[in-house]
């Protein structure tokens, strides 16, 4: 261990460093700080000398991380969370905290069921900024990097889930699927049932991380498969498409009955499907954490009394 290296390298320049590793932007970085961003680029530029490494290079308007930036972002995350819970020790008071909560879900998760959590969140956080991403942006392997606290993902049950060192998914609340049609969709004139629902075309939702659903399973296993129409990053989108087409949604339940979707109707599901749930998945080392900690606990429960209202 050098004693006296590290001596030369403050709290200040990790705290700049993982602000510019997480924004790549010395005046996202000032801001965030409340300083100036002249005194940014001279923390940098003392970083730069400290370790050896340009950190960021400038590519035209864009400013990006070089190889040896990107290995150290995930152990400075963790050093700074554990630093943070040594100056944390007598807890966390959400009347006085001041802070960001990176979270990446759907873009359909913010009406059903992150919506309602966040805003509850905010009125018991006063100083509390949700940072919210699409999860096509920022997924699971960011939160082992550090950029991101949580991330909300519905699946089913049964759907084996990406084996990543270090995630820990926990149930936030279930839900059930539903089939949404337009109003007068050529099908709803006879039985809705699995042969009305096999002989259109269907929407699918595309997730890079997860494998086939299980209700795609199901259907194999009656030696039976939907005909795709289009795939779509969201529901939201997905259902502005079914009121111009003969497309079907299979979709959630709960984001159904919230989102408002005039000119669709709902049908049930033609056939077993299992069970659905919505997860909140974390990356387990920075879970004790005094804030991550209370906020983790504070939506799992906000999730379970959505489930009983």
């Known amino acids: 261990m050098d004693l006296i290296a590290l001596s030369r390298l403050g709290g200040r320049h990790l705290v700049t460093l993982h602000l510019l590793l997480d924004s790549q932007s010395v005046t996202r970085s000032a801001e965030r700080l409340c300083t100036t961003p002249s005194s940014v680029s001279k923390t940098l530029n003392?970083?730069?000398?400290?370790?050896?490494?340009?950190?960021?290079?400038?590519?035209?308007?864009?400013?990006?991380?070089?190889?040896?930036?990107?290995?150290?972002?995930?152990?400075?995350?963790?050093?700074?969370?554990?630093?943070?819970?040594?100056?944390?020790?007598?807890?966390?008071?959400?009347?006085?905290?001041?802070?960001?909560?990176?979270?990446?879900?759907?873009?359909?998760?913010?009406?059903?069921p992150m919506g309602p959590i966040l805003g509850r969140l905010m009125k018991e956080v006063p100083g509390l900024v949700p940072v919210i991403w699409n999860k096509e942006e920022q997924a699971l392997t960011a939160l082992a990097a550090g950029k991101l606290d949580f991330v909300i993902l519905p699946h089913d049950q049964s759907q084996p889930l990406p084996n990543q060192a270090g995630l820990v998914w926990e149930p936030l609340r279930e839900d059930r699927l539903t089939c949404l049609l337009r109003a007068d969709h050529p099908a709803l004139s006879r039985d809705w049932d699995l042969d009305a629902y096999l002989s259109w075309r269907h929407i699918a939702i595309r997730d890079t991380e997860l494998a086939s659903p299980f209700f795609e399973q199901s259907l194999a296993q009656l030696q039976v498969r939907r005909q795709i129409g289009a795939t779509l990053p969201d529901f939201g989108g997905a259902a502005a498409l079914l009121r111009q087409s003969d497309l079907i949604l299979t979709t959630l339940e709960g984001w159904a009955r919230q989102a408002s979707l005039p000119g669709l109707v709902s049908r049930p599901v033609p056939f077993d499907f299992g069970a659905l749930t919505h997860s909140l998945v974390w990356y387990g080392p920075t879970g004790e954490d005094p804030a991550l900690r209370w906020f983790r606990q504070r939506i799992l429960q906000l999730g379970q009394e959505l489930g009983r209202s």
Not at 65 to 84: D, K, V
């Open 46 to 112: 003392q970083l730069r000398e400290l370790l050896g490494d340009q950190l960021l290079y400038r590519q035209g308007n864009q400013l990006l991380l070089t190889p040896f930036a990107e290995r150290i972002g995930p152990s400075l995350h963790r050093l700074l969370r554990e630093l943070n819970g040594l100056t944390s020790q007598e807890g966390f008071d959400p009347a006085n905290w001041q802070g960001q909560l990176h979270i990446a879900l759907r873009e359909s998760g913010m009406t059903w």
